[in-house]
């Protein structure tokens, strides 16, 4: 089974729709598979029919500041991006990111002849299973990328078991540790100093 069948890499914040007051349909995050001349680019008419809104996925995404990586998160794709873009009073993320990457186990389909392209979920009986999948995506890229924005782990970290790493018997070791270890055993080796005995006055 592929894990992930979607994505988006690098889209501008500027270029999504994250709604007009008095506008009704007017929050959408649009894209469309480059097909057909091999170089992303398709006539008007080909390409209206490919795009496809992904506002409604369930997808990991990240957020970026440039080149810089600031945030990774899951969930309903299009409502959690808006409210890092535009919820000031809640999110502390609002202003600190311009463009973002996303990936979903959601599906887009080519469209067939006359019809429009389709993006949906693969396994829409089973919404449960389609959440945990994001949760370990989200928790696999956090634990990667430790980015600055995230606070906190996934809940997803508490089912599994993380080692810490202790020196091997014979690994070569940092200057840090190497130094450390010296130390240990030059106070292990180096006896004790006993104090001398007082000297008793006689009369």
């Known amino acids: 089974m592929t894990l992930v069948r979607s994505g988006g890499y690098r889209w501008a914040a500027a270029l999504a729709g994250w709604g007009k007051q008095g506008v009704s349909n007017s929050k959408s995050l649009t894209g469309y598979l480059p097909k057909g001349d091999g170089a992303g680019r398709l006539a008007d008419a080909a390409r209206e029919k490919q795009t496809v809104n992904v506002w409604s996925a369930e997808a990991v995404y990240a957020l970026y500041s440039g080149d810089r990586l600031v945030y990774v998160g899951e969930g309903l794709l299009g409502d959690r991006l808006w409210k890092h873009y535009r919820d000031v009073r809640k999110d502390l993320l609002v202003g600190r990111w311009d463009t973002f990457t996303w990936i979903s186990p959601w599906e887009y389909g080519l ?6 392209a389709t993006f949906k979920s693969v396994a829409p009986g089973a919404p449960a299973s389609a959440k945990k999948l994001i ?5 696999v890229l956090v634990r990667l990328a ?12 508490k089912e599994i ?5 202790t020196r091997a018997p014979h690994a070569e070791g940092t200057i ?11 106070v292990t080796k180096t006896p004790a ?4 005995a007082k000297k008793t006055k006689t009369k």
Do not use: C, F, H, I
Not at 161 to 165: D, K, Y
Not at 176 to 186: I, K, S
């Open 146 to 157: 430790s980015p600055p924005g995230n606070s906190q782990l996934p809940s997803a970290d």
């Open 135 to 139: 949760e370990v995506l989200e928790l």
């Open 176 to 186: 840090a540790d190497n130094l450390r270890v010296l130390m240990d055993t030059q």
């Open 161 to 165: 078991s993380w080692l810490l790493q």
């Open 111 to 116: 469209p067939d002849k006359g019809g429009n």
């Open 193 to 196: 100093k006993t104090k001398p």
